[in-house]
């Protein structure tokens, strides 16, 4: 049985068909990429499956649960993540209590002060956050106010603090966007510990093919809406409809 599965998936905004009759799976353990041009519906896609954005018709299940209808939140405590956006972030909070508060709340349902007043107990949490802040190598910055991170720094919080809700599958959008290559080499090698110490299924949308075709397991490639192609990073590379809309010729 797949893991996450999308059918028929159709999302209309006005006349606009963002999502256009979307049926893909995702197995356990699998990385699989989306990609098309701008405007594709690649953002609506993941919104539509965490709970963001409530669907026009089609079906979203997760281990065997449908998840229509269910609010982000409770997605979330399914084992559903994702990157969180910057917006996220409180800057005038450290690295290390970014993380803090995003497991703490997963763990006890909303955030408590108390837990910054005591400096000890809380112990699960404590140890999650200091696993996770070396996983996403900012455990030198730990200290430092998140506002104070430089861009590509602050975009790995953002998965540190998607890694604290405790996923299962996690959705990663666009995580490398604006990065340096050596920001980029350092998301990837980042990812590519996720799936094999963190046992996590990903679903990442990237526009850059380097890191799609070294990465991927499967890639689905969406169009105005609906998939064009699915396949591995071989048979994309190849594939004459992604060509022409995707690749350029
Ligand atoms: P992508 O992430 O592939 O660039 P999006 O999913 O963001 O594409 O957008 C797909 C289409 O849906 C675009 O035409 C966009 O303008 C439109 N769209 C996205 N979100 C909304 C919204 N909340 N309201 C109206 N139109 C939207
Ligand atoms: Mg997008």
Do not use: C
């Not at 209309?12 to 098309?36: M, N, P």
């Not at 405007?39 to 963001?52: D, E, F």
């Not at 909070?93 to 703490?104: C, G, I, K, P, S």
């Not at 998939?227 to 350029?248: F, H, K, Q, S």
Request: charged share 25%.
């Amino acid at each position: 049985m797949a893991l996450l599965e999308t059918r028929n998936l159709t999302k209309t905004f006005g006349g606009l068909r963002a999502l256009d009759d979307v049926t893909i799976s995702v197995d356990q353990g699998e990385l699989v990429s989306l990609i098309g041009p701008n405007g594709a519906g690649k953002s609506t896609l993941i919104n539509t499956i965490t709970g963001m954005l409530e669907p026009t018709s089609g079906d979203v299940t997760y281990a065997g649960t449908d998840l229509v209808g269910l609010d982000p939140f409770e997605i979330a405590h399914l084992g559903v993540g994702r990157s969180f956006q910057t917006a996220s972030i409180f800057p005038e909070l450290t690295v290390r209590e970014n993380v803090q508060v995003a497991a703490f709340a997963t763990e006890h349902g909303s955030f408590s002060v108390n837990f910054f007043k005591r400096r000890d107990g809380y112990d699960d949490v404590r140890e999650r956050t200091e696993r996770i802040l070396e996983t996403i190598e900012l455990k030198d910055d730990a200290a430092e106010t998140a506002k104070s991170l430089p861009y590509g720094d602050k975009r790995r919080l953002e998965v540190a603090i998607g890694l604290a809700t405790d996923p299962d599958l996690m959705f990663m959008d666009e995580p490398t966007a604006g990065m340096s290559p050596g920001e980029t080499e350092m998301t990837v090698s980042l990812i590519r510990e996720l799936l094999q110490d963190w046992d996590m299924t990903i679903f990442l949308v990237e526009h850059d093919m380097d890191v799609i075709f070294d990465v991927s397991d499967r890639i689905f490639t969406l169009n105005e809406g609906a998939i064009i192609a699915r396949g591995t990073p071989d048979e994309i590379r190849n594939d004459p409809a992604v060509r022409e809309a995707y690749l350029g010729g």
